[in-house]
DNA sequence: ACTGGCACTCGCTACAGTCGAGTGCCAGGG
DNA sequence: CCCTGGCACTCGACTGTAGCGAGTGCCAGT
């Protein structure tokens, strides 16, 4: 393909000034700006290749250039440099955990965070029940056929659920099922726990058999379907920022996206080790974000994931300093996380 | 004020159509559409009089009138009729809740239910603690260090905090302190508790005494202080429904205070028993929401409140539908509460 | 006290004209 | 062969004008 280096220092520059305007970059005003060395003439020739690979594309005969989506993904897989974190932004990270009581309040200052440094929505899974291990599962009696299942994750993360058993149960059976579902599942992965749990119930003294068939059922709920994951979102007033001009003035099926917990684990739950991945425009799989970027990481103590967190924008976002940034929160919870 | 009943009628007629058609509402659509009996001029000169008590005003020389804020206030208090809920409202009530598991699943269910009925942005407020009492208070243990503390109310809320002790704990000593703790705080409101936990340090063995203290200073922070209020919103996606006519185009405001807690506490936290508060427009004391009205009310088992839920919209909001629905909800999940 | 009539206001839409940023192409020069 | 300056052209954005129509206020008549 004809794609010199000139050619992608073009389509480097109209990617920044175009995100930094928001407005159609012509061939003129981008030899002003940046020094390319050429006249605009040839500017303009490279951008005709450009246009023709698909790269940029113009609003209306007699307008300026814009990146499409296949622009930004050379940009960005190609042409950006990274940003490094101004120390302002750096401080901001280290101080936004201090005083943070339990696992809620990190993530909530966490979304808050990324969505106050890349003004985009930030959103943040908990850590994934299917990625952590039972610390502990505490059975606290209510009445006597009713029981709070309380299961302490790893990661720091608290479920209960309201257990309504068959048949009453006393007091010292309770600590015998405490003691037993402890033994056999403390301390393993929640993914592992099925077969464990099944074998609990055979194993368990006759008469405590139907109590602990209930809880069983509700152990599997609670630890395993998938449905327990749970994520936050902040930000949503920035979508409102450069006045409806990005999402050409409909919001309203941006929202609704973001209002499906389903659709935002799909944007952020889906994450691979190391990896740090940008889905641009059309490469989001659903209908109402196609006008969208997401940027998303996973996070965890150490080398593991737990859990995805990212941001998610107009296309036409801060590509390297989003990522930067989206890099940087999830490295630092992974340490957080590490310390607990 | 000369304010006879057929000048009342004519105001409720601008109300329900402006609300209706989102239009500025003249004096000959006025008469076509209802039976007033008499002719547009006769409509005019009572407009007159209503725009000069405040109650309606116009865009523009030569539009139709819309009604004041003032003038909402004399509709909903005098003017407007109970409307029954449809019977699709009171079956998708009844059934909102079916399957719920747990608290957390009652609160997020009720809220999405309250968006989706009025079709407005919809705020639940979860179970105050401060009107809560303690059912269990269960202390899990961690390390020999770190207790794991865990507070159940009656109304099903649960709360944990990592309490980090300054000397290590024996298992036998963590039994005593969950045993003491319950026995003097099991069954007390909330809101009695402080004094309470301050005689706990006084009475502990001594060689609890530091461990207690500490644990003192969490219960304290856990159970009393304000910040702890939790409340959920749904529906944000509504707002932008009559294309950003209602906001004149500003939504930014809008959805910025919508995400900060205090300011939804504010809505809807502040109810009084047996009462459901209709704030429109300026009488909202926030200023970003000066262009919105508040439908609110207390929700709790039988007639005590625990907490407060709401929707919010534009002033131009269908005041007596979002009232049922409102009242509906609420004193359905009451319900529901009080069977737990 | 209500009504029909009338003159007036003023926002909205359509239309024509101008401006200018930006383009594509071409011929000439290093 | 690639780059450049020049040139004609396109077309959206903006401006000013005109006509329309919904709606009003006022007044005289019943």
Known sequence: MGLDDRKLDVLRAIVEDYVATQEPVGSKALVERHQLGVSPATVRNDMAVLEEEGYIRQPHTSAGRVPTDRGYRLFVDRLSRVKPLTPAERRAIERFLVGAVDLDDV?????????????QVAVVQYPSLAR????????VP?????????????TGRVEQRLVELP????????????????????????????????????????????AMTTLATVLLETLVERHEERIVMAGAANLTRGGLLDFQGSLRPILEALEEEVILLKLIGEVEPNT??????????????RATSVVSTGYGPGTTIVGGLGVLGPTRMDYPGTIATVRAVARYVGDVLAQN
Request: proline letters at 5%.
């Open 107 to 119: 993530v909530h200052r966490t979304v808050r965070l990324l969505a106050q440094l890349t003004r």
């Open 132 to 139: 952590s291990s039972v610390r502990h599962l505490e059975l």
């Open 142 to 154: 209510i009445s006597t056929t009713r029981l709070m299942l309380v299961m302490i994750a790893d």
């Open 167 to 210: 048949t009453p149960i006393s007091a010292d059976d309770v600590t015998d099922l405490r003691r037993l579902v402890n033994e056999r599942l403390g301390g393993k992965k929640l993914a592992d726990t099925p077969p464990l749990v099944q074998a609990l119930i055979d194993e368990v003294a006759p008469g405590l058999c139907p």
């Open 276 to 289: 740090l991945q940008v889905r641009i425009g059309d490469e989001n799989e659903i209908d109402n974000l």
